[in-house]
């Protein structure tokens, strides 16, 4: 059993907004080996331990200056926040059990589509590659295995109407009869939805998306960089629409 745990870098664009300030939108997945759950859940504890740190971990928290009242670090300098940054991304790469995936969706190429109106569709349309490179993944797993490998998703929870809006959606990928939508053969039942503060799995998938948006959003590949070894490739070892897939497609891919 796998298990995809998946959250956003912030909130979507609406098709009003200045793309001059935030024209990418990310949603990232941490695929985790039912074996290598405890222990990488026991390393990010221990890390919180040494660091003495109470308190989840997002990508906002770590940015200059960020002294939410809820941030564990806020007391901390730069210095310190990118020194446990590094070792959160050294978790993730160092675990053979963990996978990272992440969708990057262009907002302003989005909206001239048809198919994508609104925020919340916005939001579906990053999501939906994510959960199919997500069963791409458990039909190689499987085929190494010689057995059919099963997952399921947990998402972050957002709030009623978000949550409920995501299920419908998530149903309908695993139902759909669509040629252009995947055959979820491998999800077991619906999107599990789970606050980001008691999901060590969802603190790592926040921090998976945080990096792939600097590095579209800023042009800043440092954390990426940390991390970039626990993406998904191809035989080849290609990223792009293998770990990472644009939305709408640049260019062709097969992942």
Known sequence: MHILFVDESGTPPKPTADFSKQRYFVIGG??????????????????????????????????????????PMRALDQFERDSIRAEIFDIINKDSGVTCLACVADAQIAYSYDSTKTADELYHAAYKPVTERFQYFLQEFGRKTHNKEFGIVVCDHRGANDDKRLRQHHDKLLYSSSEFTSRYNNLVESVFLQPSNLSVGIQLADMVAGAVWRKF????????????ASFRRSKTGQITGFGVVMYPKIRKDAG
């Open 217 to 228: 959003e800023k042009n800043d590949d440092r954390y990426f960089n940390l991390v970039e």
């Open 30 to 71: 941490a695929v985790v080996h039912e074996a290598a759950w405890q222990r990488v859940r026991e390393k990010l504890l221990g890390l919180k331990a040494r660091r003495r740190i109470r308190g989840e971990f997002k990508w906002r928290y770590f940015a200059p200056g960020n002294a939410d009242e809820r941030n």
